[in-house]
């Protein structure tokens, strides 16, 4: 056992008392994953800053895969039908005739028209192998489908097959802006309207009031803007897919469409945090969580810079936000994943409550607060670090306050593990230095 250095510096002035800085080095971080190296400070060193912020580095999780499979199929039926008959007159009777049929052994499979979310996607294959006048044509597999290929205007091209359809995907659209003007007719009973793999730059207009699909996927194709208005009529949409696109936000009114429940918009390199928290905000689900980013702005207040982040640590930050005691800033420390279990996440955050005016420390801490910062305050007391939401401190700053004992640490756990610990220009008179002989 080898004791802490320790070492006291005393100054003594004349208008405020004895004023007392104390430092703490070559002290380990104990079980706590963080490490920090803090120099120790003398009487005559400038006070200390804490941290500036900076954006956590995130350890990528095991990918998750979303499939969808489904296989419907009938059973075998065997059917034996027996017919009796009983013909009666006045002189006679006939009684009957026994029959026995055996129908053959069938089985049917049925495949899905759509995927998990709703979605119908047509094999690609049709497009490639597709001949003839129209460029739309009924899937040869799926009941009341219909894929198109290389069109370049969808009325025309759906008009062009006679037919009520529940499920259509377009390939390789191409045209500048697309205006959703798509005839109510074709879209009244439509569930999927998949349009991808195409080139188009601009979405405007609206779809028709009482439209009625249940997924829309507009991947892969280049798209820059939606307006707002443009899926606001959707009253049935469950599942929106705008991934693999180049936009910045999401044209969804989440308070309008109350049935939305998942969203894909991956490899939207510019999408921004600001935008993608509305959707957390509203318990959105995010297909592929893991691969999905955003880009914060330099106006976006929990990040001091321009960066690209995880949504995992997008989501971690708004639950940072909600449980920062009020008036104090709040931030991510650190993010970590366990890849063995991917909904198990660490966050460490650091609070700064400094030039509050408080009386007494935050009555609670978000969980796993590891850094603090009560400087500039009157803050009389050390006892509310006997809480359980300080349980998880290792930095402390309560330099300019009010405090005049260290009795109060005795028996607490930020004792015990603390790695740094600043208490200048307070209105300490002595200091009860067993509490600082540490055991390593």
Wanted: glycine fraction near 4%.
């Amino acid at each position: 056992m080898v004791a802490a250095m320790i070492r006291i510096g005393l100054l003594l002035a004349a208008s405020t008392g004895l004023l007392v800085t104390a430092s703490v080095v070559d002290h380990p971080a104990g079980s706590n994953s963080l490490t920090t190296t803090e120099g120790a400070a003398a009487a005559t060193t400038p006070q200390p800053t804490p941290p500036s912020a900076q954006v956590p580095e995130v350890v990528a999780e095991s990918e998750d895969k979303i499939d969808a499979e489904v296989s419907v199929v009938s059973s075998s039926t065997s059917t034996t039908s027996t017919t009796t008959t009983t013909t009666t007159t006045e002189s006679t009777t006939t009684t009957s005739s026994t029959s026995t049929t055996t129908l053959p052994t069938t089985t049917t499979t049925l495949i899905p028209p759509t995927n998990h979310f709703g979605c119908y996607n047509a094999e690609p294959d049709l497009c490639r192998t597709h001949t003839g006048d129209c460029e739309c044509a009924p899937d040869p597999v799926i009941p009341d489908a219909l894929y198109c290929c290389n069109a370049t205007d969808i009325n025309k091209a759906i008009g062009c097959v006679d037919g009520s359809w529940k499920y259509i995907h377009m390939r390789n659209l191409t045209v500048p802006e697309l205006v959703l003007n798509v005839s109510n007719r074709y879209i009244k009973t439509l569930l999927s309207l998949s349009i991808t793999d195409g080139s188009i730059h601009k979405i405007s207009s609206s779809f028709a009031r009482f439209s009625s699909p249940v997924c829309l996927n507009i991947s892969n194709n280049n798209i820059s803007e939606i307006q707002e208005r443009a899926f606001r009529e959707l009253r049935a949409l469950t599942m929106l897919d705008i991934s693999h696109n180049n936009l910045s936000s999401i044209p969804i009114q989440y308070s309008t469409l109350k049935a939305f429940r998942w969203l894909d918009v991956r490899e939207n390199k510019p999408m921004l945090c600001k935008n993608l928290l509305e959707a957390v905000k509203a318990n959105i689900t995010f297909v592929q969580e893991q691969e999905t980013f955003c880009l914060t702005s330099r106006t976006f207040n929990w990040f001091e810079s321009e960066v690209v982040i995880r949504l995992q640590q997008l989501q971690a930050a708004d639950q940072l936000q909600q449980n920062c005691p009020r008036q104090c800033r709040c931030e991510l420390e650190r993010l970590n994943f366990d890849l063995n279990n991917t909904e198990k996440k660490t966050i460490t955050a650091k609070v700064n409550c400094s030039g509050m005016n408080f009386t007494d420390f935050p009555e609670t801490l978000p969980p796993d607060t590891v850094t603090l910062d009560v400087s500039n305050n009157n803050i009389t007391s050390l006892k509310a670090l006997n809480g359980k939401s300080y349980q998880s401190l290792v930095r402390l700053y309560a330099d300019d306050n009010q405090i005049t004992s260290l009795g109060e640490l005795e028996g607490t756990g930020f004792l015990s593990h603390f790695t740094f610990f600043a208490i200048r220009r307070n209105k300490l008179k002595t200091i009860q230095t067993y509490l600082l002989k540490l055991d390593l």
